[in-house]
T-cell receptor, first 117, second 117 residues
Framework: GAVVSQHPSRVICKSGTSVKIECRSL??????MFWYRQFPKQSLMLMATSNEGSKATYEQGVEKDKFLINHASLTLSTLTVTSAHPEDSSFYIC?????????????FGPGTRLLVL | AQKVTQAQTEISVVEKEDVTLDCVYE???????LFWYKQPPSGELVFLIRRNSFDEQNEISGRYSWNFQKSTSSFNFTITASQVVDSAVYFCALSEVRGGATNKLIFGTGTLLAVQP
């Protein structure tokens, strides 16, 4: 089956630092990856759509200068939370959509828990 | 605009009871996908089912069954003979279709199911 990994699984950082989260499709290529955020006891909300080789598309209300997305290859997208603050503490989940497989669904990574102190 | 409503915030049942989780959606698209995911305390999303808008047949998979009714824009999920391991948050989601593939997912607010022994 299609596998998506995320690294790190958990990160604790000090306020003001930047944190990079990686999302990798391990056994398929993905031109499109999605980044979602989930606050405690809330639903998943799409933050941005990451497209390989082009700029990400951000959802309304998501600061693109704060949440930097890079999709440099067909198997890797990164989300960098710049100058993180406690309100950025959340569960970040990525998903990847395989290319060349019309009608295929997305596959989710296991998520990254970010705690900003 | 697309929207998914899960009116039941929390449901508590006793083991072996049947339970139905409701999902109502809104979309202007004629082609779309509907999903159900399970999210245990670990946080990882577990894919349960995907149904496209042209397939209204009900589906059964073991103790799980799904009832899709376009006339009422509902995609309800029933667990028969519930077990403690079914305790989790369940999300219903809607996806638009672009180029034959699923696009970003719109999630409902989730239903927390607690199965008591």
């Amino acid at each position: 089956g299609a596998v998506v990994s995320q690294h790190p699984s958990r990160v604790i950082c000090k306020s003001g630092t930047s944190v990079k989260i990686e999302c990798r499709s391990l056994d398929f290529q993905a031109t499109t990856m999605f980044w979602y955020r989930q606050f405690p006891k809330q639903s998943l909300m799409l933050m941005a759509t990451s497209n390989e080789g082009s700029k990400a598309t951000y959802e309304q209300g998501v600061e693109k200068d704060k949440f930097l997305i890079n999709h440099a290859s067909l198997t890797l997208s990164t989300l960098t939370v710049t100058s993180a603050h406690p309100e950025d503490s959340s569960f970040y989940i990525c998903s990847a959509r395989p290319i060349y497989r019309v009608g295929e669904t997305q596959y989710f990574g296991p998520g990254t828990r970010l705690l900003v102190l | 605009a697309q929207k998914v409503t899960q009116a039941q915030t929390e449901i508590s049942v006793v083991e072996k009871e049947d339970v139905t989780l409701d999902c109502v959606y809104e979309t202007r698209d004629t082609t779309y996908y509907l999903f159900w995911y399970k999210q245990p305390p670990s946080g990882e999303l577990v894919f349960l089912i995907r149904r496209n808008s042209f397939d209204e047949q009900n589906e059964i998979s073991g103790r799980y069954s799904w009832n899709f009714q376009k006339s009422t824009s509902s995609f309800n999920f029933t667990i028969t003979a519930s077990q403690v391991v079914d305790s989790a948050v369940y999300f219903c989601a809607l996806s638009e279709v672009r180029g034959g593939a699923t696009n970003k997912l719109i999630f409902g607010t989730g239903t927390l199911l607690a199965v008591q022994p």
